[in-house]
Protein backbone atom coordinates (compact mmCIF):
# COMPACT_ATOMS: atom_id res chain seq x y z
CA UNK A 1 0.00 0.00 0.00
CA UNK A 2 2.39 2.47 1.02
CA UNK A 3 4.95 1.39 -1.78
CA UNK A 4 2.06 1.73 -4.02
CA UNK A 5 1.28 5.60 -3.31
CA UNK A 6 5.16 6.34 -2.90
CA UNK A 7 4.90 5.26 -6.53
CA UNK A 8 1.54 7.34 -7.81
CA UNK A 9 4.26 10.37 -5.99
CA UNK A 10 6.74 9.01 -8.72
CA UNK A 11 4.66 8.59 -11.34
CA UNK A 12 3.39 12.12 -10.95
CA UNK A 13 6.90 13.82 -10.66
CA UNK A 14 9.47 11.38 -12.70
CA UNK A 15 6.56 11.00 -15.51
CA UNK A 16 7.39 7.81 -15.64
CA UNK A 17 6.05 3.99 -14.47
CA UNK A 18 7.08 2.48 -11.39
CA UNK A 19 9.92 1.04 -13.00
CA UNK A 20 11.78 4.83 -13.44
CA UNK A 21 15.10 3.01 -11.91
CA UNK A 22 15.52 0.32 -15.00
CA UNK A 23 17.33 1.82 -18.19
CA UNK A 24 15.46 2.33 -21.02
CA UNK A 25 17.85 0.68 -23.27
CA UNK A 26 16.72 -1.46 -26.13
CA UNK A 27 19.29 -3.80 -25.28
CA UNK A 28 17.80 -5.54 -21.52
CA UNK A 29 21.18 -6.26 -18.92
CA UNK A 30 19.26 -8.58 -16.57
CA UNK A 31 20.22 -12.07 -16.84
CA UNK A 32 19.51 -14.62 -14.43
CA UNK A 33 22.46 -16.83 -13.91
CA UNK A 34 21.17 -19.62 -12.22
CA UNK A 35 19.64 -20.23 -15.43
CA UNK A 36 22.35 -19.42 -18.00
CA UNK A 37 23.67 -22.19 -20.43
CA UNK A 38 26.54 -22.29 -22.16
CA UNK A 39 25.89 -24.44 -25.23
CA UNK A 40 21.70 -24.69 -25.48
CA UNK A 41 21.98 -21.08 -27.13
CA UNK A 42 22.75 -22.34 -30.92
CA UNK A 43 19.80 -24.73 -31.18
CA UNK A 44 19.61 -26.18 -34.63
CA UNK A 45 16.11 -25.25 -36.16
CA UNK A 46 16.68 -21.36 -35.10
CA UNK A 47 15.22 -19.07 -38.06
CA UNK A 48 15.41 -22.60 -39.91
CA UNK A 49 14.10 -21.98 -43.65
CA UNK A 50 10.74 -23.36 -44.34
CA UNK A 51 12.45 -26.32 -46.19
CA UNK A 52 10.36 -28.96 -47.86
CA UNK A 53 7.42 -27.06 -48.13
CA UNK A 54 6.92 -25.93 -44.10
CA UNK A 55 3.26 -24.87 -43.80
CA UNK A 56 4.18 -22.45 -41.33
CA UNK A 57 5.57 -18.99 -41.54
CA UNK A 58 8.62 -16.98 -40.36
CA UNK A 59 11.45 -18.13 -37.93
CA UNK A 60 10.87 -19.84 -35.11
CA UNK A 61 12.93 -20.47 -31.99
CA UNK A 62 12.90 -23.80 -29.81
CA UNK A 63 10.80 -23.35 -26.88
CA UNK A 64 12.09 -21.07 -23.66
CA UNK A 65 10.52 -19.29 -20.88
CA UNK A 66 10.56 -15.39 -20.96
CA UNK A 67 12.79 -13.28 -18.64
CA UNK A 68 12.43 -10.05 -19.46
CA UNK A 69 9.89 -7.99 -21.41
CA UNK A 70 11.39 -4.87 -23.31
CA UNK A 71 8.98 -1.65 -25.33
CA UNK A 72 11.40 0.48 -26.12
CA UNK A 73 8.49 3.30 -27.29
CA UNK A 74 6.53 2.48 -23.97
CA UNK A 75 10.00 2.68 -21.82
CA UNK A 76 9.24 -0.18 -20.47
CA UNK A 77 12.15 -3.23 -19.13
CA UNK A 78 10.77 -5.20 -16.69
CA UNK A 79 11.23 -9.12 -15.84
CA UNK A 80 8.50 -11.49 -16.43
CA UNK A 81 7.16 -14.26 -13.80
CA UNK A 82 5.17 -17.07 -14.53
CA UNK A 83 1.29 -17.12 -14.75
CA UNK A 84 -1.24 -19.86 -14.95
CA UNK A 85 -4.57 -20.53 -14.22
CA UNK A 86 -6.98 -19.14 -10.96
CA UNK A 87 -8.74 -22.14 -9.63
CA UNK A 88 -12.42 -20.39 -11.18
CA UNK A 89 -10.44 -20.96 -14.70
CA UNK A 90 -9.29 -17.70 -15.47
CA UNK A 91 -5.74 -16.86 -16.21
CA UNK A 92 -4.22 -15.48 -13.28
CA UNK A 93 -2.72 -12.21 -13.08
CA UNK A 94 0.79 -10.48 -11.76
CA UNK A 95 0.66 -9.24 -7.94
CA UNK A 96 1.96 -6.31 -8.61
CA UNK A 97 1.64 -2.68 -10.79
CA UNK A 98 5.11 -3.57 -12.59
CA UNK A 99 5.52 -7.23 -13.22
CA UNK A 100 4.39 -8.66 -16.58
CA UNK A 101 3.37 -12.64 -16.32
CA UNK A 102 4.19 -15.02 -18.78
CA UNK A 103 0.82 -17.70 -19.03
CA UNK A 104 2.88 -20.68 -19.04
CA UNK A 105 -0.36 -22.37 -20.36
CA UNK A 106 1.07 -21.20 -24.17
CA UNK A 107 3.90 -21.47 -26.19
CA UNK A 108 6.25 -19.57 -25.18
CA UNK A 109 7.98 -16.37 -26.81
CA UNK A 110 9.26 -16.91 -29.86
CA UNK A 111 8.39 -20.31 -30.69
CA UNK A 112 5.81 -21.38 -32.90
CA UNK A 113 2.28 -20.29 -31.83
CA UNK A 114 0.86 -17.40 -29.56
CA UNK A 115 2.57 -16.70 -26.08
CA UNK A 116 0.87 -14.56 -24.13
CA UNK A 117 1.88 -12.16 -21.41
CA UNK A 118 -0.23 -10.10 -19.29
CA UNK A 119 0.30 -7.22 -17.15
CA UNK A 120 -1.96 -4.57 -15.04
CA UNK A 121 -2.98 -1.40 -16.21
CA UNK A 122 -2.88 -0.10 -12.90
CA UNK A 123 -2.80 -1.83 -9.92
CA UNK A 124 -2.73 -1.10 -6.01
CA UNK A 125 -2.12 2.69 -6.75
CA UNK A 126 -0.06 2.65 -9.33
CA UNK A 127 -0.23 3.10 -13.00
CA UNK A 128 1.00 -0.59 -14.44
CA UNK A 129 3.63 -1.10 -16.91
CA UNK A 130 0.89 -2.22 -19.49
CA UNK A 131 -0.59 1.43 -18.79
CA UNK A 132 -0.09 3.17 -22.15
CA UNK A 133 -0.15 -0.34 -23.77
CA UNK A 134 -2.60 1.31 -26.49
CA UNK A 135 -0.15 3.81 -27.18
CA UNK A 136 1.72 1.23 -29.57
CA UNK A 137 1.44 2.13 -33.19
CA UNK A 138 1.95 -1.02 -35.80
CA UNK A 139 5.41 -1.98 -36.41
CA UNK A 140 6.84 -0.98 -33.03
CA UNK A 141 9.62 -3.53 -31.32
CA UNK A 142 8.38 -5.47 -28.41
CA UNK A 143 11.47 -7.97 -27.43
CA UNK A 144 11.66 -10.41 -24.61
CA UNK A 145 14.37 -12.13 -23.30
CA UNK A 146 14.49 -16.06 -22.56
CA UNK A 147 16.29 -18.04 -20.22
CA UNK A 148 17.97 -19.47 -23.20
CA UNK A 149 20.11 -16.03 -23.51
CA UNK A 150 17.78 -15.43 -26.92
CA UNK A 151 16.31 -12.34 -27.47
CA UNK A 152 13.48 -12.50 -29.71
CA UNK A 153 12.27 -9.39 -31.16
CA UNK A 154 8.48 -8.70 -32.45
CA UNK A 155 6.31 -5.81 -34.34
CA UNK A 156 3.41 -4.96 -33.43
CA UNK A 157 0.50 -5.92 -35.69
CA UNK A 158 -2.34 -4.89 -34.04
CA UNK A 159 -3.81 -2.87 -30.65
CA UNK A 160 -7.36 -4.12 -30.14
CA UNK A 161 -10.00 -3.75 -27.49
CA UNK A 162 -12.37 -6.13 -26.87
CA UNK A 163 -15.41 -6.55 -23.89
CA UNK A 164 -14.51 -9.15 -21.37
CA UNK A 165 -17.85 -10.34 -22.22
CA UNK A 166 -17.21 -11.35 -25.43
CA UNK A 167 -13.06 -11.83 -24.96
CA UNK A 168 -11.87 -13.47 -28.64
CA UNK A 169 -10.12 -16.88 -26.59
CA UNK A 170 -9.69 -18.15 -30.45
CA UNK A 171 -8.14 -15.08 -32.10
CA UNK A 172 -5.92 -14.79 -28.84
CA UNK A 173 -4.77 -18.16 -27.59
CA UNK A 174 -5.86 -20.17 -30.83
CA UNK A 175 -3.77 -22.13 -33.57
CA UNK A 176 -1.43 -20.01 -35.77
CA UNK A 177 1.31 -20.58 -38.22
CA UNK A 178 3.80 -18.33 -37.14
CA UNK A 179 5.49 -17.25 -33.05
CA UNK A 180 3.39 -14.70 -32.24
CA UNK A 181 2.81 -12.44 -29.38
CA UNK A 182 -0.29 -11.23 -27.38
CA UNK A 183 -0.09 -8.29 -24.84
CA UNK A 184 -3.37 -8.54 -22.32
CA UNK A 185 -4.12 -5.78 -20.04
CA UNK A 186 -7.03 -3.81 -18.96
CA UNK A 187 -8.90 -1.10 -20.96
CA UNK A 188 -12.60 0.68 -21.29
CA UNK A 189 -14.68 1.89 -18.52
CA UNK A 190 -14.15 0.92 -14.94
CA UNK A 191 -16.90 -0.98 -13.60
CA UNK A 192 -16.62 0.68 -9.60
CA UNK A 193 -19.57 -2.07 -8.76
CA UNK A 194 -18.02 -5.00 -10.05
CA UNK A 195 -14.86 -3.48 -9.54
CA UNK A 196 -13.04 -4.34 -12.36
CA UNK A 197 -12.55 -2.77 -15.96
CA UNK A 198 -14.79 -3.50 -19.01
CA UNK A 199 -12.68 -4.19 -21.49
CA UNK A 200 -9.55 -6.32 -22.27
CA UNK A 201 -6.77 -4.45 -25.05
CA UNK A 202 -4.45 -6.99 -26.62
CA UNK A 203 -1.82 -6.19 -28.45
CA UNK A 204 -1.29 -8.98 -30.96
CA UNK A 205 2.45 -8.72 -32.44
CA UNK A 206 4.54 -11.53 -35.25
CA UNK A 207 8.43 -12.75 -34.15
CA UNK A 208 10.67 -10.52 -36.27
CA UNK A 209 13.82 -12.34 -35.66
CA UNK A 210 15.76 -14.08 -32.97
CA UNK A 211 19.52 -13.59 -31.76
CA UNK B 1 6.84 -17.55 -8.05
CA UNK B 2 10.00 -19.12 -7.69
CA UNK B 3 9.15 -21.80 -5.99
CA UNK B 4 6.47 -22.77 -9.28
CA UNK B 5 9.44 -22.79 -11.13
CA UNK B 6 11.52 -24.81 -8.99
CA UNK B 7 8.28 -27.32 -8.67
CA UNK B 8 7.98 -27.35 -12.37
CA UNK B 9 11.94 -28.16 -12.79
CA UNK B 10 11.63 -30.67 -10.51
CA UNK B 11 8.47 -32.55 -11.61
CA UNK B 12 10.11 -32.33 -15.13
CA UNK B 13 13.08 -34.01 -13.63
CA UNK B 14 11.37 -36.77 -11.74
CA UNK B 15 8.54 -37.55 -14.52
CA UNK B 16 10.65 -36.99 -17.79
CA UNK B 17 13.68 -37.00 -16.68
CA UNK B 18 15.59 -34.03 -17.99
CA UNK B 19 15.71 -30.39 -15.96
CA UNK B 20 18.04 -28.57 -18.73
CA UNK B 21 16.88 -24.85 -18.39
CA UNK B 22 15.17 -23.41 -21.44
CA UNK B 23 13.25 -26.74 -21.63
CA UNK B 24 10.68 -25.80 -18.66
CA UNK B 25 7.40 -26.78 -20.27
CA UNK B 26 4.70 -24.65 -21.59
CA UNK B 27 1.29 -26.15 -22.16
CA UNK B 28 0.45 -25.86 -25.67
CA UNK B 29 -1.56 -27.76 -28.47
CA UNK B 30 0.59 -28.34 -31.53
CA UNK B 31 -1.87 -28.55 -34.32
CA UNK B 32 -0.52 -31.15 -37.49
CA UNK B 33 -1.73 -31.09 -41.00
CA UNK B 34 -1.46 -34.84 -42.00
CA UNK B 35 -0.81 -34.75 -45.76
CA UNK B 36 -0.91 -37.79 -48.14
CA UNK B 37 1.57 -40.25 -49.28
CA UNK B 38 2.00 -42.78 -51.64
CA UNK B 39 -0.75 -41.91 -53.70
CA UNK B 40 -3.10 -43.28 -50.35
CA UNK B 41 -5.67 -40.12 -50.75
CA UNK B 42 -6.43 -40.01 -47.02
CA UNK B 43 -6.02 -36.17 -45.30
CA UNK B 44 -6.25 -35.61 -41.36
CA UNK B 45 -5.06 -33.77 -38.48
CA UNK B 46 -3.68 -34.55 -35.33
CA UNK B 47 -3.37 -32.12 -32.72
CA UNK B 48 -0.10 -32.83 -29.87
CA UNK B 49 -1.08 -30.89 -26.71
CA UNK B 50 1.76 -31.07 -23.83
CA UNK B 51 -0.54 -30.65 -20.74
CA UNK B 52 0.71 -28.89 -17.87
CA UNK B 53 1.39 -32.12 -15.56
CA UNK B 54 3.79 -33.67 -18.25
CA UNK B 55 1.11 -35.58 -19.87
CA UNK B 56 0.75 -35.92 -23.60
CA UNK B 57 -2.98 -35.82 -25.06
CA UNK B 58 -2.87 -37.33 -28.80
CA UNK B 59 -6.36 -36.90 -30.81
CA UNK B 60 -6.10 -38.07 -34.48
CA UNK B 61 -8.92 -37.41 -37.12
CA UNK B 62 -8.33 -39.04 -40.36
CA UNK B 63 -10.50 -39.88 -43.34
CA UNK B 64 -10.20 -41.49 -46.89
CA UNK B 65 -8.06 -44.23 -45.35
CA UNK B 66 -8.02 -48.20 -45.61
CA UNK B 67 -11.45 -48.83 -43.99
CA UNK B 68 -12.17 -51.53 -41.44
CA UNK B 69 -8.12 -51.90 -41.50
CA UNK B 70 -5.75 -51.17 -38.68
CA UNK B 71 -3.58 -48.75 -39.48
CA UNK B 72 0.00 -48.20 -37.81
CA UNK B 73 1.12 -45.29 -36.40
CA UNK B 74 3.80 -43.53 -34.86
CA UNK B 75 5.53 -40.25 -33.88
CA UNK B 76 8.72 -40.61 -35.98
CA UNK B 77 11.87 -38.45 -35.38
CA UNK B 78 14.70 -37.36 -32.42
CA UNK B 79 15.05 -35.02 -29.59
CA UNK B 80 18.43 -34.54 -30.97
CA UNK B 81 17.76 -31.20 -32.94
CA UNK B 82 17.72 -33.22 -36.07
CA UNK B 83 15.64 -31.37 -38.49
CA UNK B 84 13.52 -34.44 -40.03
CA UNK B 85 10.86 -33.64 -42.56
CA UNK B 86 7.85 -35.48 -44.40
CA UNK B 87 9.82 -36.94 -47.58
CA UNK B 88 9.39 -36.47 -51.64
CA UNK B 89 9.50 -38.70 -54.12
CA UNK B 90 13.33 -39.33 -54.43
CA UNK B 91 13.45 -40.96 -51.20
CA UNK B 92 11.79 -43.74 -53.16
CA UNK B 93 15.28 -45.12 -53.54
CA UNK B 94 14.50 -48.88 -54.91
CA UNK B 95 12.16 -46.77 -57.75
CA UNK B 96 8.73 -48.71 -57.14
CA UNK B 97 6.74 -46.20 -57.31
CA UNK B 98 5.84 -46.22 -53.39
CA UNK B 99 8.26 -44.46 -50.12
CA UNK B 100 8.34 -47.53 -47.98
CA UNK B 101 9.08 -47.19 -44.33
CA UNK B 102 12.25 -47.91 -44.10
CA UNK B 103 12.93 -45.51 -47.15
CA UNK B 104 10.76 -42.60 -45.10
CA UNK B 105 13.34 -43.05 -41.94
CA UNK B 106 16.09 -41.08 -43.29
CA UNK B 107 13.73 -38.28 -44.01
CA UNK B 108 11.45 -38.09 -40.98
CA UNK B 109 13.28 -40.28 -39.24
CA UNK B 110 12.38 -43.43 -36.73
CA UNK B 111 10.09 -44.23 -35.14
CA UNK B 112 10.06 -42.28 -31.54
CA UNK B 113 6.83 -43.14 -30.04
CA UNK B 114 4.38 -46.05 -30.88
CA UNK B 115 0.81 -44.55 -30.68
CA UNK B 116 -0.68 -47.36 -29.43
CA UNK B 117 -4.48 -47.50 -28.32
CA UNK B 118 -3.18 -49.23 -25.32
CA UNK B 119 -0.17 -50.55 -23.51
CA UNK B 120 3.33 -49.90 -24.75
CA UNK B 121 4.25 -46.87 -26.28
CA UNK B 122 8.09 -47.67 -27.39
CA UNK B 123 9.55 -48.45 -30.32
CA UNK B 124 8.86 -52.33 -29.83
CA UNK B 125 5.18 -51.67 -30.12
CA UNK B 126 5.74 -50.23 -33.64
CA UNK B 127 4.06 -52.72 -35.47
CA UNK B 128 1.36 -54.13 -32.47
CA UNK B 129 -1.36 -54.34 -34.92
CA UNK B 130 -3.78 -55.81 -32.64
CA UNK B 131 -3.40 -51.74 -30.66
CA UNK B 132 -3.45 -49.75 -33.24
CA UNK B 133 -6.41 -47.83 -34.20
CA UNK B 134 -8.57 -49.63 -36.92
CA UNK B 135 -10.56 -46.78 -39.57
CA UNK B 136 -14.02 -47.53 -39.71
CA UNK B 137 -15.88 -49.10 -42.54
CA UNK B 138 -16.05 -45.32 -44.19
CA UNK B 139 -12.23 -45.42 -43.76
CA UNK B 140 -12.34 -42.53 -40.70
CA UNK B 141 -9.82 -43.06 -38.15
CA UNK B 142 -10.08 -41.60 -34.23
CA UNK B 143 -7.81 -41.53 -31.88
CA UNK B 144 -7.48 -39.92 -28.48
CA UNK B 145 -4.98 -40.94 -25.93
CA UNK B 146 -3.11 -39.30 -23.23
CA UNK B 147 0.04 -40.79 -22.74
CA UNK B 148 1.37 -40.08 -18.66
CA UNK B 149 4.57 -38.03 -18.50
CA UNK B 150 6.22 -41.02 -17.46
CA UNK B 151 6.08 -43.51 -20.26
CA UNK B 152 7.43 -40.75 -22.63
CA UNK B 153 10.41 -40.60 -23.95
CA UNK B 154 13.10 -37.92 -22.43
CA UNK B 155 12.25 -34.37 -24.18
CA UNK B 156 9.38 -35.34 -26.43
CA UNK B 157 7.19 -32.32 -24.94
CA UNK B 158 10.04 -30.27 -25.18
CA UNK B 159 10.57 -31.15 -29.14
CA UNK B 160 6.81 -31.50 -30.00
CA UNK B 161 7.16 -29.45 -32.97
CA UNK B 162 10.21 -31.54 -34.11
CA UNK B 163 8.36 -34.96 -34.39
CA UNK B 164 6.39 -36.45 -36.94
CA UNK B 165 3.04 -38.19 -36.76
CA UNK B 166 3.47 -40.95 -39.69
CA UNK B 167 0.30 -43.04 -40.00
CA UNK B 168 0.49 -46.89 -42.12
CA UNK B 169 -1.67 -48.62 -44.69
CA UNK B 170 -2.35 -47.85 -47.92
CA UNK B 171 -4.40 -49.91 -50.41
CA UNK B 172 -2.04 -50.16 -53.31
CA UNK B 173 -4.72 -52.46 -55.77
CA UNK B 174 -7.87 -50.69 -55.04
CA UNK B 175 -9.17 -53.97 -53.68
CA UNK B 176 -10.81 -52.29 -50.25
CA UNK B 177 -8.09 -54.52 -47.59
CA UNK B 178 -4.45 -55.24 -47.16
CA UNK B 179 -3.37 -58.47 -49.21
CA UNK B 180 0.34 -59.87 -50.13
CA UNK B 181 -1.18 -59.74 -54.03
CA UNK B 182 -0.59 -55.84 -53.87
CA UNK B 183 2.60 -55.29 -53.32
CA UNK B 184 4.07 -58.76 -51.80
CA UNK B 185 5.30 -59.17 -48.12
CA UNK B 186 6.24 -56.05 -45.82
CA UNK B 187 9.96 -55.72 -45.94
CA UNK B 188 10.18 -54.13 -42.77
CA UNK B 189 8.28 -56.50 -40.67
CA UNK B 190 9.88 -59.14 -42.46
CA UNK B 191 12.93 -58.10 -40.97
CA UNK B 192 11.30 -57.70 -37.65
CA UNK B 193 11.00 -61.36 -37.85
CA UNK B 194 6.96 -60.96 -38.69
CA UNK B 195 6.43 -63.13 -41.93
CA UNK B 196 2.77 -62.71 -43.95
CA UNK B 197 2.18 -59.14 -43.36
CA UNK B 198 1.38 -57.58 -46.46
CA UNK B 199 3.06 -54.60 -47.78
CA UNK B 200 0.88 -52.53 -47.99
CA UNK B 201 -0.06 -52.53 -44.21
CA UNK B 202 3.30 -51.16 -43.68
CA UNK B 203 3.46 -48.52 -46.40
CA UNK B 204 3.04 -45.09 -45.27
CA UNK B 205 -0.11 -43.45 -45.63
CA UNK B 206 0.00 -39.82 -44.20
CA UNK B 207 2.66 -37.90 -43.08
CA UNK B 208 2.23 -34.85 -40.84
CA UNK B 209 3.57 -31.55 -40.85
CA UNK B 210 3.75 -29.14 -37.82
CA UNK B 211 0.90 -26.09 -39.43
CA UNK B 212 0.43 -24.40 -35.90
CA UNK B 213 0.53 -23.94 -32.57
CA UNK B 214 -1.86 -22.75 -29.65
CA UNK B 215 -2.45 -22.35 -26.05
CA UNK B 216 -2.88 -25.76 -24.44
CA UNK B 217 -5.38 -24.59 -22.14
CA UNK B 218 -7.44 -21.36 -22.94
CA UNK B 219 -8.50 -19.28 -20.09
CA UNK B 220 -11.78 -18.58 -19.11
CA UNK B 221 -13.21 -14.90 -20.14
CA UNK B 222 -11.34 -12.10 -20.39
CA UNK B 223 -8.14 -10.89 -18.10
CA UNK B 224 -8.20 -9.16 -14.79
CA UNK B 225 -5.46 -7.19 -15.33
CA UNK B 226 -6.36 -3.87 -13.80
CA UNK B 227 -7.90 -2.78 -10.50
CA UNK B 228 -9.14 0.72 -11.59
CA UNK B 229 -6.98 2.30 -8.70
CA UNK B 230 -5.82 5.22 -10.60
CA UNK B 231 -8.94 5.76 -12.64
CA UNK B 232 -10.19 9.48 -11.84
CA UNK B 233 -13.01 9.02 -14.55
CA UNK B 234 -14.85 12.64 -14.75
CA UNK B 235 -18.09 11.12 -15.22
CA UNK B 236 -18.33 8.59 -12.76
CA UNK B 237 -16.09 10.51 -10.00
CA UNK B 238 -19.01 12.25 -8.84
CA UNK B 239 -21.36 8.95 -8.36
CA UNK B 240 -18.44 7.21 -6.37
CA UNK B 241 -16.85 10.61 -4.48
CA UNK B 242 -18.10 9.89 -1.29
CA UNK B 243 -16.63 6.36 -1.45
CA UNK B 244 -13.26 8.01 -3.17
CA UNK B 245 -12.53 9.94 -0.38
CA UNK B 246 -14.26 7.60 2.24
CA UNK B 247 -11.09 5.21 0.51
CA UNK B 248 -8.49 7.82 0.69
CA UNK B 249 -9.24 8.54 4.33
CA UNK B 250 -8.55 5.45 5.51
CA UNK B 251 -5.42 5.09 3.69
CA UNK B 252 -3.91 8.30 5.26
CA UNK B 253 -4.94 7.11 8.48
CA UNK B 254 -3.70 3.99 8.00
CA UNK B 255 -0.11 5.09 6.57
CA UNK B 256 0.80 7.96 9.37
CA UNK B 257 -0.08 5.40 11.93
CA UNK B 258 1.71 2.65 10.70
CA UNK B 259 4.64 5.07 9.50
CA UNK B 260 3.54 8.32 10.57
CA UNK B 261 3.51 8.81 6.51
CA UNK B 262 1.84 11.96 5.22
CA UNK B 263 0.30 11.95 1.99
CA UNK B 264 2.35 15.31 -0.26
CA UNK B 265 -1.22 17.08 -0.90
CU1 LIG C 1 5.53 -44.84 -38.55
Redesign the pocket.
Known sequence: MIRGLVAVVLLFTVAACANSGAPSSATPSFATPSFTTPSSATPSSVAAPSASGALTRGVLLPASPPTRLTIPALDVSVPVTDLGLAPDGTMEVPGDARTVGWFTGAPTPGSLGPAILAGHVDYGGSAGTFARLTDLDQGDPIRVTRTDGLVATFAVTKVARFPKARFPTGEVYGPIDHAGLRLITCGGAFDRDAGHYVDNVVVFATLQSGE | MKFRVFVALVTGAVLVGLAAPGTAMAAESVHVSLTEFNNSGARGTAVLTALDNGDLRVSIRSSRLVPDAPH???L?GSVEGMDFHCPVAAADTDGDGYIS?EEGVPDYGD?FVSLTTAGDISRAS?LAVDRMPVADQSGTLTYDRTIPAAELPAGTVAHLKDLHV?Q?GIDANGNGKYDLSALGESTIAAAAGLAGIPQEATH?ALCGMVAGASAGSVPVGGVATGDGSTRTDPGRLVTTLPAAMLILLLATLLITRRRKFVLPR
Open positions: AQHHTIGVHP
